[in-house]
């Protein structure tokens, strides 16, 4: 218990004599999380407009002219057996006019009311698995190998556009992490060691008394641990507060949830803890 | 003083050959600009019994008490400590010794951003002795150092007198069985130093293990004590 009670109250003296490099360290950290939390919130944002329009993606099959109208029902059947397809709906002749009225405004098909020559077709959803390009690929190769079919279509232009950015977004974020992770890192080991350097005669006395690294760096150690998880506390609650003030009508933004922040601000305060004995490591070096 | 200090010794094993608090046999150690500073040099000294190792400035004596705390390694040779061999890598083991030490001058110092209560108390915490007992023996020690109106300053308020008797009260206050002083009448005055040499006898009375290093011979021997040169690497 005592000595839990001399670790606690060194961690008070640092704190107590170093007012100015702990609260430097607290802000410059707390702005560094602040800037991962946005782009966390971007990053998350996106995918949700990402997968909002993958959703809404249909897959369309056109049915040969040379096939009887008896024989769509099995088209459709063995449509709907392909894995990845959903549903499955069929369009007419006549529906198809229909839409084509709906879009145009007008319908061109006058007179043309004996022969339509618009093609007949199905209507595919998707599962959320197959929701890529490689997988809405492989439905397309297994559906143009089916004798009935005339031509598959979906937006494979489109897609394979979003996925790019997907994953452009993805590499910056990951990149972005590791900037903001090391620069918290070195900035955190920085401020231990240069509030560590005054001590070293005093580390040093102690250890001649016998006393372990672990005893001496734990206040350090516990420094780093609750300056960090503070800063990354910090960030969020800036972001809850935000969020009480200001609405997006246009976009949904998608916040982490309450468990993914807890998670958060555990891992970044450990991660300040590991800084922090980086940071004072060296000085207990005899 | 004593009371606080007092390590039973059974006078039944006084004619016995009793444990050694240090041993250092065939001890070398090279100098950093080249000769030795230790060549074969053996000490031993017995549980309850003290050595008084005098050498002149730049002898080798502040080098030896390093090596009894682990500061410095023997390049050949041995070095034990309470039986426990010190060598380079072996921390947890140089760490037990350390607890077991008390130390005054040389390498040993204060903690500048401790006061001087907290100073004294440290072998105490690091023993993680209770609350009470720790309150108990610091009271003790301030009165019998004379440092009751100190007790709340940082050791850069202290006078050198201070500093000393602060460093000594911090040796005693967890009964380390070893004491180790590197000249002990150093930043004393007269007074002091007699205090401190009344304090030197009564711990080697109460049967304390002590290495004193001195540059000139103590007035009055030292009870129970065996008094050694430094003299070109070697103990004679």
């Known amino acids: 218990m005592i000595r839990i009670v001399h670790i606690f109250k060194e961690l008070g003296r640092n704190l107590w004599r170093n007012p100015g490099t702990a609260l430097a360290s607290l802000l410059s950290l707390t702005l560094l999380f602040l800037l991962f939390d946005l782009f966390w919130i971007a990053a998350g944002t996106s995918d949700q407009f990402y997968r909002s329009l993958l959703s809404g993606i249909q897959v369309e099959v056109y049915v040969a002219e040379n096939v009887p109208d008896s024989a769509v029902v099995q088209i459709g059947d063995d449509l709907l057996m392909l894995p990845g397809v959903a549903t499955m709906e069929f369009v007419s002749r006549e529906q198809a006019r229909q839409e084509l009225t709906r879009l145009v405004g007008t319908d061109l098909l006058v007179g043309y009311d004996e022969a339509n020559p618009l093609p ?24 143009s190998a089916l004798e009935a079919t005339d031509g ?5 232009g489109w897609l394979e556009k979003a996925e790019e950015t997907k994953s452009i977004i993805l590499k910056l974020g990951l990149v972005l992490g590791i900037l903001i992770f090391s620069t918290a890192v070195i900035s955190s080991a920085n401020n231990i060691r240069l509030m560590t350097r005054a001590r070293a005669v005093g580390f040093r006395q102690m250890m001649l008394l016998g006393a372990g690294r672990a005893f001496i760096s734990l206040p350090f150690i516990i420094e780093g641990f609750f300056i960090s998880g503070l800063a990354a506390a910090a960030g969020w609650l800036t972001i809850m507060y935000a969020r009480t003030r200001i609405g997006f009508s246009q976009i949904e933004i998608v916040y982490p949830l309450l468990d993914e922040t807890v998670i958060f601000c555990s891992a970044v305060a450990l991660l300040g803890a590991v800084a922090s004995f980086l940071g004072i490591s060296r000085q207990l070096r005899e | 003083m004593d009371e606080l200090s007092q390590t039973k010794v059974d006078s039944s094993l006084a004619d016995e050959p009793r444990p050694r608090v240090i041993e250092l046999r065939d001890v070398s150690l090279k100098a950093d600009r080249g000769g030795h500073v230790f060549r074969d040099l053996n000490l031993s000294v017995e549980t309850g019994r003290s050595a008084v190792i005098i050498g002149s400035a730049g002898s080798g004596k502040t080098t030896l008490l390093e090596l009894l705390i682990g500061l410095r390694f023997a390049e050949t040779g041995t070095v034990e400590v309470f039986g426990r061999e010190i060598r380079r890598r072996r921390r947890g083991a140089i760490r037990k010794i350390r607890r077991k030490i008390g130390g005054v001058g040389g390498p040993f110092g204060l903690m500048p951003m401790l006061t001087v209560s907290e100073n004294i108390c440290l072998p105490l915490v690091l023993a993680a002795e209770r ?9 003790k020690m301030l009165t019998e150092f004379s440092l009751l109106k100190v007790a709340s300053k940082y050791p850069s308020n202290l006078t050198r007198v201070e500093t000393s008797m602060v460093q000594y009260a911090r040796a005693s206050i967890a009964f380390q069985p070893l004491l180790l002083i590197d000249e002990p009448s150093a930043g004393l005055d007269p007074h002091s130093y007699e205090r401190i040499f009344t304090y030197l006898t009564r711990e080697a009375l109460s049967g304390r293990s002590m290495v004193i290093f001195m540059s000139e011979p103590p007035e009055a021997q030292i009870p129970n004590s065996d008094t050694y040169r430094l003299v070109s690497g070697a103990l004679e």
Do not use: H, M, N, W
């Not at chain 1, 007949?120 to 997988?135: H, M, P, Q, V």
């Not at chain 1, 598959?152 to 494979?156: A, G």
């Open chain 1, 152 to 156: 598959v279509y979906y937006s494979r």
């Open chain 2, 131 to 139: 609350k009470r007992i720790k309150q108990e023996r610091l009271l």
């Open chain 1, 120 to 143: 007949r077709s199905f209507l595919l959803t998707i599962e959320d698995d197959y929701l890529t390009a490689t997988g809405l690929q492989e439905i397309e190769e297994r559906a």
